[in-house]
Structure formats: C-alpha cells, structure tokens
Nanobody, 124 residues
C-alpha cells in the first residue's frame, strides 16, 4: 500500500502561482510513477501530468503544458506540482496518484493509489 497526502491548495487570483505537494508513505516511493489529476465541479476527472519513477521524464496535458511543472524529491518521498499563470479554468480538486509505470495517455482509471485531494480555486 501507498498512502498519499496532498497539500498546498488554496485560493489564488488569475495569473498567480501555487505549488502543490504530495507526500507518500508505505511502499518504496522511488519505485512508482507519480501523477497529478484534477476534477472540476460537474466534470470528469482528468489527467494533468505525471513523472516517471526516476524523475527523468514528465508528461503533461496540453491544457497545462508550459504553465505547470512536476518534480519529485525522493529523499523526502514527495512529488510537487508547480502551477504558474493560473486560469479560472484550472479551478478543481487536485489529486496525487501513483502507479508502477507512467506513459503518455495513462487512463485515469489506471492509477493504483490516490490521495484525498486538495482544492485549488482561481478567481478571475
């Protein structure tokens, strides 16, 4: 089992920045690919970005490419989502997730472990 706990959400104005953190515990963190997904009110959960187990490769949804950056710090069992140039349409609950491997097009349902989510609200 892997337990994931997100933090860092909040209210920010459009154009602002937030950094989300996700701390993992349980099985060896470094063996898992990590991802961030989000769900806006009335919409399906969608992929935001992911990072491979060794941090060498990242993938992003087109909607966040160039604005969001995923990184991981194995010594702290933590993965980050740096969000810049935020837009009102980025408003959602953001979830951290883990699975054995990540690749472009990983389906939402394919993630094995999930955090409880953190709310991000971007005001216009």
């Amino acid at each position: 089992q892997v337990q994931l706990v997100e933090s860092g959400g909040g209210l920010v104005q459009a154009g602002g920045s937030l950094r989300l953190s996700c701390v993992a515990s349980g099985r060896t963190f470094s063996r898992y690919g990590m991802g961030w997904l989000r769900q806006a009110p009335g919409k399906e959960r969608e992929f935001v970005g992911s990072i491979t187990w060794n941090g060498d490769t990242t993938y992003y949804a087109d909607s966040v490419k160039g604005r969001f950056t995923i990184s991981r710090e194995s010594a702290k069992n933590t993965v980050y989502l740096q969000m810049n140039s935020l837009k009102p349409e980025d408003t959602a609950v953001y979830y951290c997730a883990a699975r054995s491997s990540v690749y472009p097009g990983t389906a939402v349902a394919a993630w094995t472990y999930w955090g409880q989510g953190t709310q991000v609200t971007v005001s216009s």
